[in-house]
């Protein structure tokens, strides 16, 4: 069974870093393509950011493209997203999610982790 | 960019009747649309991919379909269950969008 846990959301002040991580189970995580998807209170969905299987394509929504940095590490199954220069408007429920292959589809979802930027 | 228009943004239906949302968008986007339900305080699931692929245990009351640049989501007979809000989602060039989204209530 697909299986995620995130973990690394929290407060912090307007100006500030943190580093999500997302250690999968289940499946071959090196095969694929991982997301992350955020979702500010009470909003809908908004992807944020993907990485090929290997780690050597990424990609970024406009409003973090230099601030947000996806990476992996395969030999510990883990996704991981370093967010820097946060802003009130960064405030968000932050899901990990795998993609399905072809398809580009999301077909399984962390719990997710809620990260409330202070200003 | 594509722009995905959802709509309507919310309905209110009851249970057995049939509830239908659809997913415009500017331009040709190929199958690459997909649909997801999220409850509340749940994350996202996917039922729908290329928009028309019911993923493997989602009800057969669920379907998706497609006519040029126009999708449909379509809920046969509303469910309690059901009480969600479903997005679409596209993929174009290297980055992903989502539909504002659809809340369904159930009367």
């Known amino acids: 069974e697909v299986h995620f846990l995130e973990s690394g959301g929290g407060l912090v002040q307007s100006g500030g870093s943190l580093r999500l991580s997302c250690a999968a189970s289940?499946?071959?995580?090196?095969?694929?393509?991982m997301s992350w998807v955020r979702q500010a209170p009470g909003k809908g969905l908004q992807w944020v950011s993907s990485?090929?299987?290997?780690?050597?394509?990424?990609y970024y929504e406009d409003s973090v493209k230099g601030r947000f940095t996806i990476s992996r590490d395969n030999s510990k199954n883990t996704l991981y997203l370093q967010v820097n220069s946060l802003r009130a408007d960064d405030t968000a429920v932050y899901y990990c999610?795998?993609?399905?292959?072809?398809?580009?589809?999301?077909?399984?979802w962390g719990q997710g982790t809620l990260v409330t930027v202070s200003s | 960019d594509i722009q995905m228009t959802q709509s309507p943004s919310s309905l209110s239906a009851s249970v057995g009747d049939r509830v239908t949302i659809t997913c415009q968008a500017s331009?040709?986007?190929?199958?690459?649309l997909n649909w997801y339900q999220q409850k509340p305080g749940k994350a996202p699931k996917l039922l729908i991919y290329?928009?028309?692929n019911l993923v493997a245990g989602v009800p057969s009351r669920f379907s998706g379909s497609r006519s040029e640049t126009d999708f449909t989501f379509t809920i046969s007979s509303l469910q309690p269950a059901d009480l969600a809000t479903y997005y679409c989602?596209?993929?174009?060039?290297?980055?992903?969008?989502f539909g504002g989204g659809t809340k369904v209530e159930i009367k």
């Open positions: 999610a795998k993609l399905r292959r072809g398809y580009e589809a999301f077909d399984y």
């Open positions: 289940g499946f071959t995580f090196s095969s694929y393509a």
């Open positions: 990485i090929s299987s290997g780690g050597g394509g990424t």
């Open positions: 331009q040709d986007i190929s199958n690459y």
């Open positions: 290329a928009a028309s």
């Open positions: 989602q596209h993929y174009d060039n290297l980055s992903f969008s």
